[in-house]
T-cell receptor
Framework: QKEVEQDPGPLSVPEGAIVSLNCTYS??????FMWYRQYSRKGPELLMY????GNKEDGRFTAQVDKSSKYISLFIRDSQPSDSATYLC??????????????FGTGTRLTIIP | EAGVAQSPRYKIIEKRQSVAFWCNPI?????LYWYQQILGQGPKLLIQ????????DSQLPKDRFSAERLKGVDSTLKIQPAKLEDSAVYLC???????????FGQGTRLTVV
């Protein structure tokens, strides 16, 4: 079983729709949760960073963490064509090997249709 | 604040040749990561440094890959000899400490033919 599971998509939604992206994880030691956006041929760009359970909002983006269910989500409101990218979830904390590292999901490819 | 710098951006080599990538992290960032991202997949950690010490290199193919971080700043990742399956984007990232957000460079796209 992978430590972090993410539906690879692809996901296509019309402009203006609400987008929901999700990841599940198995390592209960993960404490820090991140969402990255990656455009084609670019490096990942940090979008949201949260610690432990709860919600965090930044403009049109909301990150949600549910540690009891080992489930994190990213919501995008009023989606725009410029939001078309691959979205990667990432998390860190003490790994199964006893040290700390950043572990990524496989990424969800999102397309916003004008 | 300058971001993470990587070079070269693109590299094409033949199998069994050697190649090296360079990374300059954000100034003051103690933690440096090298990730391998194969097309259609998420980044996979190859090696993680804290200053100039290795924190995690459990997924680094040590028979062909090596990395160093001299003086706890710049880092180089080397592959010798390269295989076809090494074709990927090699991403460098840095963070100010363990368990804080990591910032990525643009990556080096390696094609092995």
């Amino acid at each position: 079983q992978k430590e972090v599971e993410q539906d690879p998509g692809p996901l296509s939604v019309p402009e203006g729709a609400i987008v929901s992206l999700n990841c599940t994880y198995s390592n209960s030691a993960f404490q820090y949760f991140m969402w990255y956006r990656q455009y084609s041929r670019k490096g990942p760009e940090l979008l949201m960073y949260t610690y432990s359970s709860g919600n965090k909002e930044d403009g049109r983006f909301t990150a949600q963490v549910d540690k009891s269910s080992k489930y994190i989500s990213l919501f995008i409101r009023d989606s725009q064509p410029s939001d078309s990218a691959t979205y990667l979830c990432a998390m860190s904390g003490v790994s199964n090997f006893g040290n700390e590292k950043l572990t990524f999901g496989t990424g969800t490819r999102l397309t916003i249709i004008p | 604040e300058a971001g993470v710098a990587q070079s070269p951006r693109y590299k094409i080599i033949e199998k069994r040749q050697s190649v090296a990538f360079w990374c300059n992290p954000i100034s003051g960032h103690a933690t440096l990561y090298w990730y391998q991202q194969i097309l259609g997949q998420g980044p996979k950690l190859l090696i993680q440094f804290q200053n100039n010490g290795v924190v995690d290199d459990s997924q680094l193919p040590k028979d062909r890959f090596s990395a160093e971080r001299l003086k706890g700043v710049d880092s180089t990742l080397k592959i010798q000899p390269a295989k076809l399956e090494d074709s990927a984007v090699y991403l460098c990232a840095s963070s100010s400490s363990l368990n804080t957000e990591a910032f990525f460079g643009q990556g080096t796209r390696l094609t092995v033919v």
